[in-house]
């Protein structure tokens, strides 16, 4: 069974970058049958799409987050990240890796998530 | 940027009660919708994709219908393992949303 890991800083200064790494054990993210995306959950709130990334390397965003992230994947690690610049006390949240699986019928959106990761933005 | 409005926001309800959670969008999403559960402290679950399609290992007393813009989630006979709070999702575009989510509490 496929499973997904978050890591990072718990903990990032208000002006700086948010970094974080999803480490997928139990099956390649080179595979054509996955894709991957980043959600997050800011206290208390609901759930917020921050981005995909597809097996051909393609990136898409939420509009409101654009400016801001970058996903990329890194084969050789099995691994896929992601960064947001010039953070503010709003990208405090638990952040979140998923998979999303692509079969002969259509795609199934997360099927499977990360524990998630709390990241704190404070000085 | 395709919305989705999910109502209500909480749901009072008691153990055996037949649950029904409404998310429409802002426009045609195809089947393209997920329902998921997600209780305190924990990622979400997967209930539900491509509108009515349980996910396996979901109980079947989890449901969804619906088609173009309005969609439900049914809870046939509601268990104790099911108060939690529930969020869907549309992937019909490049660019993905999740609706505001609906608490299901003990009445």
């Known amino acids: 069974q496929m499973q997904l890991q978050e890591s990072g800083p718990g903990l990032v200064k208000p002006s700086e970058t948010l970094s974080l790494m999803c480490t997928v054990s139990g099956g390649s993210i080179n595979s054509r049958s996955y894709h991957w995306g980043w959600i997050r959950q800011a206290p208390v709130k609901g759930l917020e799409w921050i981005g995909n990334i597809y097996s051909s390397g393609s990136t898409y965003y939420n509009p409101s987050l654009k400016s801001r992230v970058t996903i990329s994947a890194d084969m050789s690690k099995n691994q896929f990240s992601l960064k947001v610049i010039s953070v503010t006390a709003a990208d405090t949240a638990v952040y979140y890796c998923a998979r999303i699986t692509i079969t002969s019928t259509g795609w199934i959106a997360f099927d499977i998530w990360g524990q998630g990761t709390m990241v704190t933005v404070s000085s | 940027d395709i919305q989705m409005t999910q109502s209500p926001s909480t749901l009072s309800a008691s153990v055996g009660d037949r649950v029904t959670i409404t998310c429409r969008a802002s426009q045609f999403i195809n089947s393209h919708l997920a329902w998921f559960q997600q209780k305190p402290g924990r990622a979400p679950k997967l209930l539900i994709y491509k509108t009515s399609t349980l996910e396996s290992g979901v109980p079947s007393r989890f449901s969804g219908s619906g088609s173009g813009t309005e969609f439900t989630l049914t809870i046939s006979s509601l268990q104790p393992d099911d108060f939690a709070r529930y969020y869907c999702?549309?992937?019909?575009?490049?660019?993905?949303?999740f609706g505001q989510g609906t608490r299901v509490e003990t009445k």
């Open positions: 999702q549309q992937y019909d575009s490049y660019t993905w949303t």
